[in-house]
Every structure is written in C-alpha cells, then in structure tokens.
C-alpha cells in the first residue's frame, strides 16, 4: 500500500515537471506578450522569471491592432474555415452515408477509390491543383480556397464507418412509416449522429485554420490573408520587436484554444480514432 | 462487426444515389483526381506557368535532369534525414508521455492537455515562436540564454548549416509529439487488463509485464504511429518556409519546400511536376509497406 502510494506521488511529480518544461515555450510566448520589450530580453537571463509577466503592460496588444490587420485576416479565416468545414460536413456525410446504407451498382468501386485516394499526398499535386484553379478565375478569391477541399476522402471514410453502425431496422422502420430518404438522413439519421460530426468539425476547422501552403499560393491581397499568412507577414515586417509580435501569436491562438475546450472531447476521440481504425 | 451487410437488397433509387454522392464524387474528380492526372502530364512537358502557350512534350527529359541535379539529391537526403531524426525522437518521446497519463488518475486530464496544447496552437506559431527562442544572441534567444546561464558555449542554431535541420526537428517533434501521444494512449487503453494479471500471476514485474505485455500488445498501433509520422514528416514545409527559407547553405531544403521554389517561384511548372510525382510515389510507397507489416 505504502508502495502503492509512493508510485502515485511519482507519477504525479514527473507529470508536473514534464508538462511545465512542456508548455514553457508557450509560457515565454504568453508572459512575453505583456512584457516591454526591454524587460523581455532583461528577464531572459534571470531563470524561471521570463515566464512570469512582470511589468504587465498591453502597449504590445495595442501595437498589433496599430501595426496590422490582425482583426481582419482573424475575420477571414473564421468566415473561410467556416463555410469550407460546414460544406465539407454536408457533402461528405451524404455521400458517407450513401457508401454505408444505399444499394446500388458501383458502391464498393466508388469505395475503393475513395480508400485509394487517402494516400494522395496533397503537395504532390499542389501545383496542379493551383493550375486548376487558376484556369477557373478564382486566383485570389476565397472560393479557390474552399471548393477544392470541400470533398474529402477521409472524411467520407469517418462517416461511412460511424453510419455503419446505425442499425438498418431504425432506417426500415421510418422508410414504412412513409418518411423519404432524405427526410430520414437529416432527421432521423443526422441528429443521432452529434458525435461523427463534431469529430469531422473539429479536426478540419483546426486543420484549415493552421494551414499555410495553399492560402500562400492562391491568395494575394490584404482583404482575402489568412491568419497563418498574417502572422508571418507580421512576423517579416521591420522593426521587428518581440513583444508585439508574441502578442500576435497569443491572439491568433485564442479562437482555437476556445474551440478545442468545447470540443475537446471528439478532438482527442477523433485523434485516437484515426489511429485504431487505420 | 463493421462490415455488416445491408439485410433488404433492395436497390435504393438512382436520383437518391445521385443526390446523396454526386457533390463529393464530382468534387473529388474535378479537383483531386484532375490534378493527379495533370502531375502526370506536366511532368512530361517543358511548362513555364507565366508561357503555357510555349509548352512542348519533352518525354522523360524532366526525370532525366532531376536524378543529375545535385539540389534534388540535397533535398531528398534532407528530407529522409528530417524524416529518420523526427521518428526516433518524436515516437519515444509521444510514447514516454503516454505511459505518464496512463494510469486514469485525478487530474492527469490535464497533463494530457499540456502535452497536447502545442499541437492546437499552429505550425506557423510555434515557428515564429521558436525562431525568437533560438535566436544566437544569448541577450536574445531563450533557449542560448539558457545556455549560458549553465556555463556551456551557445549555439547558432538556425543560422548554421550544421545545427539549422535538428533545431527545426525538435522544435517540430515537441509540436506534435501529442497527436503521437493520444494515439498510442488509446492503443495502451485497449491492452486487455487480464494480460497483465496473468502476467502478475507467472510472477512477472513491472518491467516483465512491459516487456511481455504492452510492447507486443502496442506493436501494431506503433507501426501505424510510425506510417503517419514518416507521411507527415515528409511533407514538411511551413517550419524551413517561416524559420530559414530552406537555408542555410540549403540545409533545410526539403523536397516540399523545393517544389514550391521551382513550381512557384521559378514557375517552372513541367520540372516542378517531375519532383511532385516522385516524391507522390515515396510517399505510397511508405504507406503501403506500413500496411504489409500491420497485417503480418
């Protein structure tokens, strides 16, 4: 028992020490964004004081909204993340759904290829698919950045494995009843399945929130930057003082932060998930 | 238990089937297997974006150049050394913060979150952060600030053609060890506990029961932790992008980063195309050789 008790209090100790030396970066990141500059270089060398705000100032905060577009390049990842990921849910759950309950001529071809089309890395067909874009007119809009990724295979996947489950008889049973197809997807078969789509939701908002190389290649002007690009437009552009630019980084990361702890749940599932399934 | 079949055969309706799969498959073939196609195509062509008017069918004259030029040749080795260094330091690291918020204690939730917050904040961030912490002034840089305090010689970091590519490494592994770490946690989580108690029962201690039990009963899971690891250390570009612009002295050149310099700074399209369909086939070539082992 003594023993038993020893190991916990290790395990507890270990836990603390690794996950502060762990998120130390970010401490730095968040202490040094309410920090004059002066004082960040000073504390840098006087040990665990660099990651406690000392001198708390926001001057840093009211540079980024001064010097930078921040708000709005926020306001367009939030407005083009959010339409992609909405359309991304609807399309890849009907056809999802259509791979696990529908029969029809085709349906394990159509399957195979989408399993086939997981492995596609997308940076060896980046160039191409900017082409693509480009011949449609849509360089510097926000459509290039969204219809291309709107149909996702591994998304289809994730739903057709959740809707498998569902049991047919609960389908039959409102087919008999004289509910239509469509009628029994959105619902019946949609508001069961509250778990599958916050998974998807979650996993894509962050991913396309984070996302750098496409918005890099389609988009040109102020107006249509995201975040990521913002940052480091912000991040390039003399005079380059830390403590602004830490304070960028913190805001840029609050929306996120907020979403993962509302959604933390399916975020760590959907993770976990991708890994056991395969 | 997954691939249960469908009990009525009755064929659902063409315009249901079209409704309900016609947007993705539309989409997927429009812009997906469109620009796989046209990869193919461009490779065999001498293409400059800015004259697609100009362009002409050179054959294999693309692949022929790339496997002489000594650019390719650095980014690849870059690449595979990026891949081979964040696999070794990354996995055993995601594994060692596995096994610490394992055990379903009160509060270890919150380890796990620490251990994942990296992974939520972006890639960008984190290289824009890490760049200011590896800043070779020690009254600049954190990390050489750090350095000197204990007494030892700083270090250049980024901006040593020797040093540049593993500051990069640990900066990336630390940012998403926690994907590694939640996946081989769920792996651990469904290790049937009985093993272990028979394990206990043959007299087996705790490094016996790690040994026999969790090694063998993770194996797969670890294989498939290493095939993504390798994929998505493969494509690796933001962190050269934001942190060294590939340099110095093409040190952190990676094959991602050098399409994107030909197809998109060079605009030379046809080239460019040559190095994304090989590196598409490293990369499933990867892929299905992971598979062939999870199988075994």
Redesign the interface.
């Known amino acids: 028992m003594r023993q038993r008790k020893r190991a916990?209090i290790l395990?507890?100790a270990?836990?603390?020490v690794?996950?502060?030396l762990?998120?130390s970066?970010?401490l730095?990141?968040i202490s040094s964004s309410f920090k004059p500059e002066s004082r960040i270089?000073s504390d840098?060398?006087k040990?665990l004081i660099?990651f406690i705000p000392t001198d708390f100032t926001l001057d840093n905060y009211k540079e980024v909204f001064l010097r930078s577009n921040l708000l709005l390049y926020t306001k367009n990842s939030l407005f083009y993340v959010s339409v992609l990921v909405a359309l991304s849910l609807l399309?890849?759950s009907?056809?999802g759904?259509?791979?696990a309950?529908?029969?029809?001529?085709g349906k394990n071809l159509?399957f195979n290829v989408?399993i086939a089309?997981l492995?596609?890395?997308l940076?060896?067909?980046?160039?191409?698919?900017?082409?693509?874009v480009i011949r449609l007119g849509w360089n510097d809009t926000f459509t290039a950045l969204i219809?291309?990724?709107?149909?996702k295979?591994f998304n289809?996947y994730l739903f057709r494995?959740f809707f498998?489950?569902i049991p047919?008889d609960l389908i039959?049973a409102a087919s008999i009843d004289g509910a239509g197809?469509?009628y029994i997807?959105f619902k019946l078969v949609v508001p069961i399945s509250g778990p599958v789509f916050c998974t998807v939701l979650i996993l894509d908002y962050?991913g396309y929130?984070?996302d750098?190389?496409w918005p890099?290649?389609v988009t040109l002007s102020e107006n249509k930057r995201s975040i990521?690009l913002g940052?480091?437009a912000f991040?390039t552009d003399p005079p380059i003082y830390?403590g602004p630019?830490?304070a960028a980084?913190v805001l840029?990361?609050v929306p996120?932060?907020i979403l993962?702890f509302v959604f933390?749940k399916y975020y760590?599932q959907g993770?976990?998930?991708?890994?056991?399934k395969? | 238990m997954k691939t249960k079949k469908t009990k009525s055969l009755k064929q659902t309706e063409f315009k249901y089937v079209a409704l309900f799969t016609f947007p993705a498959l539309f989409l997927l073939s429009y812009f997906m297997f469109q620009a796989m196609v046209l990869a193919f195509g461009f490779s065999l062509l001498n293409f400059n974006m800015l004259k697609p008017k100009d362009a002409f069918f050179v054959g294999l004259e693309n692949y022929r150049r790339l496997f002489t030029d000594p650019t390719f040749y650095r980014a690849l080795r870059n690449s595979i050394y990026f891949t081979f260094v964040v696999i070794i330091y990354q996995i055993p690291l995601a594994f060692g913060l596995a096994l610490l918020v394992r055990k379903k204690l009160r509060g270890v939730g919150i380890f796990r979150t620490a251990y994942f917050t990296p992974l939520v904040t972006s890639i960008t961030v984190v290289s824009i952060l890490w760049t200011f912490i590896y800043n070779p002034n020690p009254t600049q840089g954190l990390l050489n600030a750090m350095i000197v305090k204990f007494g030892m010689k700083p270090s250049m970091f980024l901006h040593d053609p020797k040093s540049a590519m593993n500051a990069i490494i640990l900066m990336s592994g630390w940012h998403s060890a926690g994907r590694q770490m939640m996946i081989l946690l769920a792996g651990l989580q469904a290790i049937p506990e009985d093993l272990y108690e028979a394990a206990a029962i043959d007299g087996a201690n705790a490094f016996g029961k790690f040994i026999h039990v969790t090694l063998p009963g993770i194996k797969n899971v670890m294989i498939f932790v290493v095939q993504i690891t390798m994929i998505s250390a493969m494509k690796v570009f933001t962190q050269p992008y934001v942190m060294t612009q590939g340099g110095p002295k093409e040190s952190t050149k990676t094959l991602t980063y050098f399409i994107y310099q030909q197809g998109f700074q060079f605009r030379n399209v046809g080239y460019a195309s040559s190095i994304s369909v090989l590196f598409f086939i490293i990369v499933v070539t990867i892929s299905l050789l992971m598979k062939s082992l999870i199988k075994e």
């Open positions: 916990l395990i507890y270990v836990n603390i690794v996950s502060l762990y998120i970066p970010l730095w990141m270089f840098m060398t040990g660099a399309v890849n009907m056809c759904y259509a791979l309950k529908f029969n029809f001529r159509i989408v089309l492995v596609l890395p940076e060896s067909i980046i160039l191409s698919l900017y082409w693509v219809v291309p990724f709107v149909a295979c289809i494995q498998l489950d047919d039959e197809t469509v997807f962050i929130w984070s750098f190389m890099l290649l990521q940052l480091q991040f830390y630019i830490m980084l840029s990361v996120m932060m993962f933390q760590v993770i976990a998930v991708t890994g056991i395969g």
